[in-house]
């Protein structure tokens, strides 16, 4: 995500090849600050990115981990909606046993991300482990590039999953289909799925408190 001040306006943008992520991040966003949803744009390398404008939203978004921290633990709710945001984001589900794995140079991040689900959801995730170094190629559509970080992951285990799809799930309808399909669940799976949204978050009415 890229946070830039132009014309007195601080301007959000989130670029992403995942065209579902991006519409599923502007459709939150756009709840959050009761505004419509936003024009989708596509790059020439077949990118999608939204841009919003919104001070409190770029003030709010630029704390600390350790700032976030109350917020994101507010509820159970809010706590599985920050989970579910990190791996529709960063996440990935084993095609065979649904394993599902989350990846971030952040080993801050991710240590925190992995005590989550244990801490308050009674789910077990591991990690995070090493997975690839600094200086290793990565090669991205035809085209090379040279690590800048270490990378990590964590993992929620195969007999955790049906817990982690109950209790947090997958917003991202291609990661979330290739969770039920491992799970052998059907079509129709989805209404049992995670996805609850706190209702006692109004970001709006706290702007004035400091977010
Ligand atoms: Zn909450």
């Known amino acids: 995500m890229n946070a830039r001040l132009g014309n007195h306006q601080y301007r959000i943008r989130l670029k992403a090849k995942d065209k579902q992520f991006v519409e599923e991040f502007d459709r939150r966003v756009s709840t959050v600050l009761s505004s419509r949803v936003h024009k989708l744009w596509k790059t020439k390398d077949s990118e999608f990115y939204v841009e919003i404008g919104s001070y409190l939203l770029y003030s709010f978004l630029r704390r600390s ?46 240590g925190y991300t992995q005590l989550l689900p244990s801490k308050f959801l009674g789910i077990k995730a591991r990690g995070p482990y090493l997975v690839t170094r600094r200086g290793s190629i990565l090669t991205r559509r035809g085209k090379s590039y040279v690590r800048k970080g270490d990378c990590y992951s964590i993992y929620v285990a195969c007999s955790e999953v049906m817990e982690f799809w109950h209790k947090i799930g997958l917003a991202i309808e291609r990661k979330r289909l290739r969770l039920e399909h491992a799970m052998g669940l059907g079509e129709d799976a989805s209404v049992g799925a995670g996805g609850g949204t706190c209702t006692r978050h109004d970001f709006a009415s706290r702007a004035g408190s400091g977010i």
């Not at 917020?71 to 599902?100: L, M, N, P, Q, Y």
């Open 65 to 110: 981990l350790q700032e976030l921290k109350p917020f994101i633990e507010h509820c159970e709710s809010c706590t599985s909606a920050f989970i579910r945001g990190f791996f529709d984001s960063a996440g990935c589900v084993d095609k065979v046993w649904g394993r599902i794995s989350g990846s971030n140079s952040d080993l801050s991040l991710l």
